[in-house]
C-alpha cells in the first residue's frame, strides 16, 4: 500500500466514524477553485460560458481512471477533474461523493479556455463547490487543502 492509499483509507475511515458519532448531521459547504480537465477533447461538444453550472457524476467505468469524476453539461460529458499532481485530488472527491449520500460537487465556469503548459491540454477555470453532510465536508476540505494542487 502507498502513502496516498493509506492517507486516502484513513480519511475515509474518518469519514465513515464521524457520520457513525453524529448521525444528525447538518449540511456545510465549501468552494475551491480548480479547472475542467480536457476541454480539448470536448471543445467541438461544448463552449463554455462564465457562470455556467456544471454537475459532477463518477465514474468508476472509466478505462484510463477508475476514481474519475466527469463534469456534465446536460447529460453529456465535458471534462474531468484533475488527478493533481500526486494522483490523489479527483480520488479524494470521488471518495467524498461516494461515501456522503447528501454529497455533492457543482462546477462554475469562471472563464475561457487556457493552456497552463503543464501537459494537461486546454483547461477552464472553475470554481467547485462541494455540498454535504458537515462531517463530510471538514474531512475533504482538510484533505484537499493537504493536497495544494486542484
Known amino acids: 500500500m502507498t502513502k496516498g ?3 486516502l483509507n484513513i480519511a475515509q475511515k474518518e469519514l465513515q466514524l464521524s ?3 453524529d448521525p444528525q448531521c447538518t449540511l456545510a459547504s465549501f468552494e475551491i477553485d480548480s ?3 480536457g476541454y480539448h477533447a470536448y ?3 461544448w463552449v463554455p460560458v462564465v457562470n455556467e453550472k456544471l454537475r459532477t457524476r463518477t465514474e468508476p467505468e472509466n478505462v484510463v ?3 474519475a469524476v466527469c463534469m456534465l453539461s446536460g447529460e453529456d460529458v465535458v471534462g474531468h477533474l484533475k488527478k493533481g499532481k500526486s494522483g490523489r ?3 479524494t472527491v470521488f471518495y467524498f461523493l461516494r461515501g456522503d449520500k447528501d454529497g455533492s460537487c457543482s462546477v462554475i465556469v469562471r472563464g475561457k479556455p487556457v493552456n497552463l503548459g503543464d501537459g494537461e491540454g486546454m483547461q477552464v477555470p472553475c470554481t467547485l463547490h462541494f455540498t454535504g453532510q458537515k462531517t463530510f465536508i471538514e474531512v475533504l476540505r482538510k484533505q484537499l487543502s493537504s493536497l495544494d494542487e486542484c
Open 35 to 37: 479547472h475542467v480537465k
Open 5 to 7: 492509499q493509506s492517507t
Open 65 to 67: 481512471d477508475k476514481y
Open 89 to 91: 485530488f479527483a480520488k
Open 43 to 45: 471543445q467541438n461538444e
Open 19 to 21: 457520520t457513525a458519532m
